[in-house]
């Protein structure tokens, strides 16, 4: 059947000339909606994924007629984005990397038919040029997207990942909050690597943890944000409702309020020394709680850190001075361990964390870390957020020691270098935000 008859909604099947069935979906405002799977003539799977109004949408996987992978990728309305595989005819495979905004960024490999690397081209990370209707990116406006903004599934980050979809998410709803199950839902692209988000309605949404490692974070929040929020200046997310695991996803998941606002960007900052002065009143409010019962939180000390830094320093090289952020992690080293009394942290104040609102910080997202620990976890927005305008106010405002600086600038360089090599071709403006980080701390250093 063709598109342009305009079915009515609810399921169809395609079928050849023959009458074989070529492909199966549903409809919706009489275009292409929602998973829709096609075969070959033989009978042999072609391709899955998910459209949108008509357009792709979400996660795509296509075969040859052999049975080999043919190639997989995301799509946002029509547009390449996300982490993407081709393969050769004996399903062996041929490149690798990813796209944004329908353009190569970062790393991408090619591989010969041994699976030897054959080259490997790294594509310079532009700002994209303005989708229509896209679905919102690092900097880009955070409030409710309307159907022709959706995403249908995350780009898996992690090799233990669960595939996380809409249609997940709408059977979690179904069985466990079916008055929210019939609500519009949108997987929210993201440079998150912990949790999958996704809107439900215009004023809910839902928060699922992508590996096992950091389910307990969700679990975190719950207890804690609810005795946190009426301390705080800047708001914070509101749990609604608490889900619990299944057989088929089996990890805690929560139902959130959704808060507008559009994460921290220099070109979308009204003042940087207005939000860094902000951002510090938070965190004294937060320091202030009084942390009977709280969990622990932060890293290690930096010399038990040493060693997996180093490593990832050199893995980074090539896109990092590895020598000078060498010199810069020795130097940190230096500085005497933390021994003092813990305080309510955040421990992850990065930017993506960080939401603007007309301009100005107005929430902090993302309490998966939160507990009481070395308050230095909470100066690194020194070098992951601010430039040296906003530093210079932000470590003036809560009167920073040098010692906490030092070690603060440490595991900020900690954070970045492991992000950089990991999340290089599924996360490219993660890895972005993290090579800005090491800039700042070398201009600093």
Request: glycine share 10%; charged share 25%; with cysteine.
């Amino acid at each position: 059947m063709n598109q342009d008859d305009h079915p009515q909604d609810g399921s169809h099947r395609e079928l050849f000339a023959d009458g074989t069935l070529s492909g199966e979906g549903t409809y919706w405002g009489g275009r292409k909606h929602g998973r829709w799977e096609y075969w070959y003539k033989s009978g042999q799977r072609k391709a899955v994924g998910e459209y949108l109004e008509g357009e792709l949408d979400g996660p795509w996987q296509w075969w040859r007629e052999n049975g080999q992978p043919l190639q997989t990728g995301g799509f946002v309305k029509g547009v390449q984005v996300g982490y993407w595989r081709r393969y050769y005819d004996d399903g062996q495979l041929w490149d690798a990397g990813a796209y944004e905004g329908g353009r190569k960024v970062g790393p991408w490999t090619v591989y010969d038919r041994a699976g030897a690397l054959k080259q490997s081209t790294v594509f310079k990370l532009r700002k994209p040029k303005p989708v229509a209707s896209g679905a919102p990116a690092v900097g880009e406006a955070r409030s409710v997207p309307t159907t022709a903004e959706a995403s249908a599934a995350q780009v898996r980050m992690h090799a233990e990942e669960i595939p996380i979809d809409t249609e997940l998410v709408r059977r979690l709803l179904s069985e466990q909050f079916p008055h929210l199950a019939d609500r519009p839902i949108t997987m929210i692209r993201s440079t998150g690597t912990v949790n999958a988000l996704c809107v439900v309605g215009e004023d809910r949404c839902v928060r699922l943890s992508r590996v096992a490692i950091w389910a307990d974070g969700l679990t975190r929040e719950l207890t804690w944000l609810p005795q946190l929020a009426p301390h705080l200046s800047l708001r914070i997310p509101t749990p609604i409702a608490a889900g619990k695991p299944t057989p088929w996803y089996p990890y805690p998941w929560a139902v959130y309020s959704w808060i507008d606002g559009s994460t921290y960007q220099d070109d979308l900052v009204r003042d940087e020394a207005e939000a860094a002065n902000d951002l510090a009143t938070f965190i004294q409010e937060l320091r202030r709680i009084d942390p009977s019962g709280a969990p622990r939180a932060g890293r290690a000390p930096l010399t038990e850190l040493d060693q997996v830094t180093r490593a990832r320093i050199e893995e980074s090289a090539g896109t990092i001075d590895a020598e000078a952020v060498l010199a810069a992690w020795n130097y940190s080293l230096q500085t005497r361990p933390w021994d003092g009394k813990g305080v309510w942290i955040h421990g992850d104040l990065l930017r993506s964390n960080l939401l603007l609102k007309e301009g100005r910080l107005g929430a902090v997202i993302d309490f998966g870390g939160v507990g009481v620990g070395d308050p230095a976890a909470d100066i690194m927005p020194a070098w992951t957020v601010f430039g040296k305008v906003g530093r210079t106010v932000f470590r003036q405002a809560l009167g920073v020691d040098d010692h906490t600086w030092a070690r603060s600038r440490g595991y900020a360089l900690h954070q970045a270098v492991l992000i950089i090599p990991y999340y290089m071709q599924t996360n490219p403006l993660f890895v972005d935000m993290a090579t800005r980080t090491v800039d700042e701390l070398l201009a600093d250093f």
